[in-house]
């Protein structure tokens, strides 16, 4: 079983930054792309960056330039720095990670972090 843990959420001021970690443990043989995703109250869940086991990376239209998601595959851990707040970034913020266990592949996902941008 796979395990993925968020952490470095809180609140920021319009214009801050903040880092986002996000670990995947447990059974784990290699892990091929992990992404971060943003559900705000009322509105549907949606994808924030992505990150390939290459390191090819997609962003989404309204962070680009101001998200950067990188990994370091040593600690099974993917980043996501997050510059130039808005108050529409409020959101908690969501991990996903495709894992190789002793199964075959499985898609984990974490319980998220909360990210309130005050303006």
């Known amino acids: 079983q796979v395990q993925v843990v968020e952490s470095g959420g809180g609140l920021v001021q319009a214009g801050g930054s903040l880092r986002l970690s996000c670990a995947a443990s447990?059974?784990?043989?290699?892990?091929?792309?992990m992404g971060w995703y943003r559900q705000a109250p009322g509105k549907q869940r949606e994808l924030v960056a992505s990150i390939g086991s290459g390191g090819s990376t997609n962003y989404a239209g309204s962070v680009k330039g101001r998200f950067t998601i990188s990994r370091d595959n040593a600690k099974n851990t993917v980043y996501l720095k997050m510059n130039s707040l808005k108050p529409e970034d409020t959101a908690v913020y969501l991990c996903?990670?495709?894992?190789?266990?002793?199964?075959?592949?499985?898609?984990?996902w974490g319980r998220g972090t909360q990210v309130t941008v005050s303006s």
């Open positions: 996903n990670a495709h894992a190789q266990g002793p199964t075959g592949w499985v898609l984990s």
């Open positions: 447990g059974r784990i043989f290699s892990i091929g792309a």
